[in-house]
């Protein structure tokens, strides 16, 4: 039976924060420890927000012109590199898209960049505008889209096996693909993954700190009474 004094829904956000560090955890979503951004962060986020809404438009067959004509020379190079990508070869089929779909008697919600399809397999596209990119640090964000959206096309009926699905993060600064796989093993660790991490955050009294060589990047580092 679920605790209803424990949250029932879930983030990607929320998940992966509580992965990397539960008292960062702690700190953002039950203490509300408020951070102020850096300059650099803000500037990175605006660059961010603004390929995506462009990507979004372009996709949606609406007329982006002036759009392109007022970014930035750096958003420009990643726009380029997406007008040049063989996603082109892809067929669209939504973009910025919104779900909720229950796991294991929770609810995960979310929004992925776009879903394209080709010869009856979907594939989950991430645009990634940072200038540094890795799979490994965006491995839960991987684990999460790949089990929620497997559930919500097998519900519609678009795909019946995980190997049908898959997810391509597209890195714009350097023009690249980065594919990631998908099939019936994975789905069963991955979604083992996620309920172990909310079975965590609700029966976890002390929200420890890992420690870890990146505590002094952390933006809750002053506020962390472990360090």
């Known amino acids: 039976m679920l605790n209803k004094d424990k949250p029932q829904t879930y983030t990607l956000a929320k ?121 490994e640090s965006v491995k839960f964000q991987t684990t999460f889209y790949l089990v929620c959206m497997y559930e919500i096309l097998k519900a519609k009926n678009y795909i019946k096996e995980p190997k049908q699905l898959s997810l391509y993060y597209m890195d714009l600064n350097a023009g690249s693909l980065v594919k990631i796989h998908f099939d019936e093993e994975l789905y069963t660790n991955y979604k083992a993954q996620i309920l172990e991490i909310i079975n965590k955050i609700n029966n976890n009294p002390s929200f420890y700190c890992n420690k870890t060589d990146k505590c002094k990047q952390c933006k809750y580092y002053r506020a962390c009474p472990y360090l």
């Open 15 to 135: 998940l992966q924060m509580y992965d990397e560090c539960p008292q960062k955890y702690k700190l953002c979503y039950i203490d509300k420890v408020h951070v102020v951004e850096k300059i650099q962060t803000q500037k990175a986020s605006k660059t961010g927000t603004n390929i995506h809404n462009l990507v979004n438009f372009y996709l949606k067959g609406m007329d982006v012109t002036k759009l392109v004509e007022s970014l930035s020379q750096p958003e420009k190079l990643l726009w380029h590199n997406f007008k040049n990508s063989e996603l082109q070869s892809l067929n669209y089929v939504d973009s910025e898209y919104s779900f909720n779909v229950r796991i294991g008697g929770y609810w995960m919600t979310g929004r992925i960049d776009a879903l394209f399809e080709s010869n009856g397999n979907y594939i989950i596209l991430d645009w990634k505008t940072g200038e540094t990119f890795s799979p």
